[in-house]
């Protein structure tokens, strides 16, 4: 079984941060890739950050509306991510949602799906 749990998430004011953390466990034999969706009321489900494992290291890619703002990192031994959210925006208010593409082996047979968290709220508001 592969669990992810996500923290960090609150209240926050306008132009602040917040710190979002997702930790995966569990029969993982590796983590090809995090990322970091969010759900808004009313709104789609959408990708906010995401961090890959290429040859050369890892790789990143952002939402335009949080380029400049937001910064994901991960930690490989650790099976964590993190999204430092800087100069938050009333906007930026949703359920902030971890999901890790992870390759389970059992056997002679692997499996690579993605995991998804819980989910943990995010609020920026005077």
């Known amino acids: 079984q592969v669990q992810l749990v996500e923290s960090g998430g609150g209240l926050a004011q306008p132009g602040g941060s917040l710190r979002l953390s997702c930790a995966a466990s569990?029969?993982?034999?590796?983590?090809?890739?995090m990322r970091w969706h969010r759900q808004a009321p009313g709104k789609q489900r959408e990708l906010v950050a995401a961090i890959t494992s290429v040859t050369s290291g890892d790789s990143t890619n952002y939402a335009d509306s949080v380029k400049g703002r937001f910064t994901i990192s991960r930690d490989n031994a650790k099976n964590t991510t993190h999204l430092q959210m800087n100069s938050l925006r009333p906007e930026d208010t949703a359920v902030y949602y971890c999901?890790?593409?992870?390759?389970?082996?059992?056997?002679?047979?692997?499996?690579?799906?993605?995991?998804w968290g819980q989910g943990t709220q995010v609020t920026v508001s005077s």
């Open positions: 569990g029969s993982i034999f590796s983590i090809k890739a």
């Open positions: 999901c890790a593409e992870i390759l389970v082996v059992r056997g002679l047979s692997s499996f690579l799906n993605d995991y």
